[in-house]
């Protein structure tokens, strides 16, 4: 069973900064892709930032306040949030491209989310 558990969500003030932490754990052979999407209330869940051993690609949203950075020996990823605005509200979640391996399947490519995690921007 594969888990993605993300931290680090809360309540800043404008301009303010945030780290988002996500760490996948289970019983899994390799990760490709690990990023962040968001979900604002009323709105499509959008890319952030999403990174794989090519590079790093951005959706609109997550360009030049937002960091990405992988922790490959702990199956984790990182975003980095600064300047953050009131429009930057909204549910993160993790998501990831994990293969794990079966008797029955053998090996498959999945994609993984995360549970979510909260940020809020004051205005």
């Known amino acids: 069973q594969v888990q993605l558990v993300e931290s680090g969500g809360g309540l800043v003030q404008t301009g303010g900064s945030l780290r988002l932490s996500c760490t996948a754990s289970g019983s899994f052979l390799s990760i490709n892709s690990m990023g962040w999407y968001r979900q604002a209330p009323g709105k499509q869940r959008e890319l952030v930032v999403s990174?794989?051993?090519?590079?790093?690609r951005f959706g609109d949203s997550g360009k030049g306040r937002f960091t990405i950075s992988r922790d490959n020996a702990n199956n984790s990823v990182y975003l980095q949030m600064n300047s953050l605005k009131p429009e930057d509200t909204a549910v993160y979640y993790c998501n990831a491209e994990i293969s794990t391996a079966s008797v029955r399947i053998g090996v498959r490519w999945e994609d993984y989310w995360g549970q979510g995690t909260q940020v809020t921007v004051s205005s």
């Open positions: 990174m794989t051993s090519d590079g790093t």
